[in-house]
């Protein structure tokens, strides 16, 4: 189940482009794809019937001069949008110049999140009658951004006493094909700080031994909980901690010791 905010006050620009080279009759797709999206936001949003302000929220341009990957950037830095999308034409000759590497070099240094969507799939999708399923893909990534959450589980809350805090942890080898001469792994762990138990969690990511053992867990584990106080103003009065990877060997261990806090 997706949960909008009942305000889309974390959104407070979004910048759709086109880029590239594109004739009269996919301008008019183009335009009724964003059009589309525009409005399915605005009406999760809560926001249906302010006309004005959806107009407000939304950036619409075309570059398909010679400076695109340029003027799109400079642009960005002017609108500084909280979230931008991209089509990017597929016509052959302008491909030939790969387009999205080119833009990827100017669009990685502006520190703004910007979705990049492949034109043949915007008209594929319009030719089959299915432009909702990119809109929707579309909408998860701009919920996404303001602070709503994608998914939620009913009922849950009801599970845990007031004041939890749910905390998951694991470690990554990646390929180990690939990481023979590896010394290091990655070790996340997140918890919530929501009484819902939903996104967004809190996050921390530390390097790890070579080892299913999480390295310094106590230290990690305190962070979030600091964190946790700073969101709510006191620590949690419980935490449930699940940790993938543990052997059943290793149960007993789990059972029998205790990490003080």
Known sequence: ??????????????????????????????????????????EKAGMRDNKQAMKDL???????????????????????PT??????????????????????EHLDKLGIPVTCVRADN???KFRAGK?????????????????????????????FPANSMLI??????????????????????RGTYKQDFQVPFLTKIATNNKSEMIHRCRDHVK?????????????PQHVFYWRDGVSLQQLETVLKEEVDC
């Open 1 to 42: 189940n997706m949960k909008f905010l009942k305000t889309p006050d974390k959104i407070k620009k979004m910048m759709v482009a086109v880029v590239g080279p594109y004739d009269v009759h996919e301008k008019q797709i183009f335009t009724e794809f964003i059009n589309k999206l525009v409005a399915n936001y605005w």
């Open 58 to 80: 939304v950036k619409f341009q075309f570059y398909k001069g010679r400076y695109f990957a340029e003027d799109f950037a400079e642009d960005l830095k002017k609108i500084n």
């Open 83 to 104: 979230w931008a999308c991209y089509i990017l034409s597929d016509h052959k000759d302008f491909q030939d110049c790969e387009p999205k590497e080119y833009l990827d």
């Open 122 to 124: 915007v008209k594929a």
């Open 131 to 159: 432009f909702q399923q990119l809109i929707s893909n579309l909408l998860l990534k701009i919920n996404k951004r303001a602070e709503g959450s994608n998914f939620t589980v009913s009922g849950i809350s009801e599970k």
């Open 168 to 189: 998951g942890a694991d470690v990554t080898h990646g390929n180990v094909a690939e990481n023979q001469g590896a010394k290091e792994s990655i070790a996340a762990l």
């Open 223 to 235: 962070e979030l909980l600091i964190q946790y106080r700073e969101m709510n103003g006191d620590y």
